[in-house]
């Protein structure tokens, strides 16, 4: 396994391998990888030749008042697991090499996918997000990268940008891992306290109580949220951000549920800001047959 910290170095070889006739995956990572992130990983290697793992900290999607400085960087521990797992080359650039000094371009993806959930709440974030996975695959040249489901809102942007900008990278996205108690995994868990991990579960009841109120036939999404946040309000360390159903495809905020639909929440617990979600297939009239689509 290959590490590679300068951006010239990777796309040489990543056009040799593609001189080559070799399918050329990537995983984007900040890192601290757990069992979601090897989740995208091996799917990367069993549908590509090569897979490429990039692990970079982007300053540019935190805020002035985010956990930049105190994310996790067992940078050594990632590339552990990772040659475990049978990567060909992980990509570690310095912010220096990512964005130079006179660094003047940005890309942000408007419309609907970036008005509500994350968005207001952590405004610059998803620019950020859209302008290093575009300097990515621009600098790793992969046929398709791999993304997961638990960012939800970042998937869609990410998915738009490459067909609004025909990158020709096909963006795969994948169910979330969770843990046995249902939290979904993350790298800011191992920020949680013991207390503060045990109340985290609530977020995945929370989804799971929305869920069963619609599988009852409720189709009003203001009362379903209401389910959702008694759930929510039964853990005293929870504060909720925000708690929205939305078009699954539009993101836009929807009053009546049909359709392909994502719940989704972030909560926080002490100093950390946690996000879940649940997309479902909700059928028009009560009675039809409901279907959890993705993000269990």
Not at 77 to 82: G, K, N, T, Y
Not at 286 to 293: D, H, T
Request: charged residues 25%; aromatic residues 6%.
């Amino acid at each position: 396994m290959r590490i590679i910290r300068k951006p010239r170095d990777l796309r040489t070889l990543s056009e040799r391998w593609r001189n080559a006739g070799k399918l050329v995956g990537l995983v984007p990572t900040m890192g601290a990888l757990h069992a979601g992130h090897l989740a995208l990983v091996r799917a990367s290697v069993a549908r590509c030749d090569r897979t490429i793992v990039s692990v970079f900290v982007n300053p540019k999607q935190f805020g002035p008042r985010e956990d930049l400085k105190r994310y996790p960087r067992p940078f050594a521990r990632d590339c552990a697991l990772l040659r475990r797992a049978g990567v060909d080359a992980v990509f570690h650039p310095s912010a220096c090499s990512m964005y130079g000094p006179d660094f003047a371009t940005t890309v942000e993806v408007g419309g609907t996918l970036t008005f509500g959930l994350c968005s207001p709440h952590r405004p610059g974030h998803f620019r950020g997000v859209a302008t290093v996975v575009a300097k990515l695959f621009n600098i790793a040249r992969p046929h398709a990268a791999f993304f997961g489901a638990k960012d939800f809102q970042q998937a869609e942007v990410v998915k738009r940008m490459a067909r609004d900008l025909d990158m020709g990278v096909e963006v795969v996205v994948l169910p979330a891992v969770r843990e046995r108690d249902g939290l979904a995994m993350s790298s800011r868990n191992a920020y949680l306290s013991p207390e503060e991990r045990a109340a985290a579960v609530a977020l995945s009841r929370s989804l799971r109580a929305g869920a069963a109120e619609i599988g009852r036939g409720n189709r009003a999404a203001r009362e379903v949220r209401a389910v959702m946040r008694r759930i929510l309000a039964k853990e005293p360390l929870a504060r909720v951000e925000y708690l929205d159903i939305n078009d699954a495809g539009t993101l836009r905020p929807l009053v009546r549920l049909k359709g392909r639909v994502l719940m989704a929440l972030a909560v926080r617990l002490g100093g950390t800001r946690l996000i879940d979600n649940m997309v479902m297939r909700v059928p028009a009239r009560p009675g039809s047959r409901r279907r959890v689509v993705g993000n269990r």
